[in-house]
């Protein structure tokens, strides 16, 4: 069975930090660009920061970028989003997603995902 499974949600401070994990199972992440997409309350799901299949190339949504950091690591078949200096307004559902080609996840955004994981829910609040 082909699975993306997040995980690192959590109440958090504002200021605080926190790392979410993206574990492929079933498949070889390393043949796919992989794409962070959040959804807050109220709001259409958004890409927020891809990476490519070599970690060679990564974006970032306007703001995000001195804030979040995106990596991978193809040998443990992981991808993670370390996200720093966190707002109330980073409140939502973080998504990761599997996406055939880096361009999909910067240009076409979320109907380009072959495969979504679950989601884990990250609360920014003092």
């Known amino acids: 069975q082909l699975q993306l499974v997040e995980s690192g949600g959590d109440l958090v401070q504002p200021g605080g930090s926190l790392r979410l994990s993206c574990t492929a199972s079933?498949?070889?992440?390393?043949?796919?660009?992989v794409g962070w997409i959040r959804q807050a309350p109220g709001e259409e799901r958004t890409v927020i920061s891809c990476?490519?299949?070599?970690?060679?190339?990564?974006y970032y949504a306007g703001g995000l970028q001195g804030r979040f950091t995106v990596s991978r690591d193809n040998a443990k078949n992981v991808a993670y989003l370390q996200m720093n200096s966190l707002k109330p307004e980073d409140t939502a559902v973080y998504y990761c997603?599997?996406?055939?080609?880096?361009?999909?996840?910067?240009?076409?955004?979320?109907?380009?995902?072959?495969?979504w994981g679950q989601g884990t829910r990250v609360t920014v609040s003092s």
């Open positions: 079933g498949f070889t992440l390393d043949d796919w660009s």
């Open positions: 997603a599997a996406f055939l080609h880096y361009n999909a996840c910067t240009m076409r955004g979320v109907d380009e995902v072959e495969y």
């Open positions: 990476i490519s299949n070599n970690a060679d190339r990564s």
